[in-house]
């Protein structure tokens, strides 16, 4: 079910990347991102009236906290658009690096955050919501990058 509902998302990522991408192209993708990454979250955990007053505001923070790991990585994405074809060997480097270096700031937040969703969630549901989220942004990651061209070696 999770799979099915993110079918927009190469679409606009494709969109996207034909050109060198626009600071309107890029929010706009992280603005569907999160509305479709709220809808399965919403859609796959099931919580009671009680559990999700009490998760909600929890799962919005947690989600403005990822948005900053998210505008880092559109930062990037952008750099590389602008730059496809003419990137030097540090510009690759440290594309690669910062890239790299999100997806480390995303695993201490979700760390982060695991006794944070235990205070108002069960042990059970808690580890539902990780599970969720992370399959979800692994599927993301993957219909975006796979939309991005590879660099391309001059050797």
Do not use: C, H
């Not at 990347?17 to 509305?35: V, W």
């Not at 890239?99 to 549901?125: C, F, H």
């Amino acid at each position: 079910m999770v799979a099915q509902t993110t079918s927009s998302v190469p679409a606009a990522a494709a969109d996207s990347t034909a050109g060198a991408l626009t600071d309107q192209q890029l929010a706009l993708l992280r603005k569907d991102i999160r509305s479709i990454k709220k809808q399965l979250i919403a859609t796959n955990l099931t919580l009671t009236e009680s559990e999700a007053t009490k998760f909600w505001p929890v799962y919005e923070q947690y989600s403005a906290d990822f948005g900053k790991i998210n505008e880092a990585r559109s930062t990037i994405i952008k750099e590389y658009s602008d730059g496809y074809g003419t990137l030097t060997d540090d510009n690759a480097d440290s594309l690669i690096r910062r890239w790299l270096d999100t997806d480390i700031s995303a695993a201490q937040l979700r760390q982060k955050y695991v006794p944070i969703m235990r205070n108002v969630l069960s042990g059970k549901k808690a580890a539902t919501f990780f599970q969720l989220d992370r399959r979800i942004s692994m599927m993301i990651d993957v219909q975006l990058t796979s939309q991005l061209p590879l660099v391309q070696s001059q050797d």
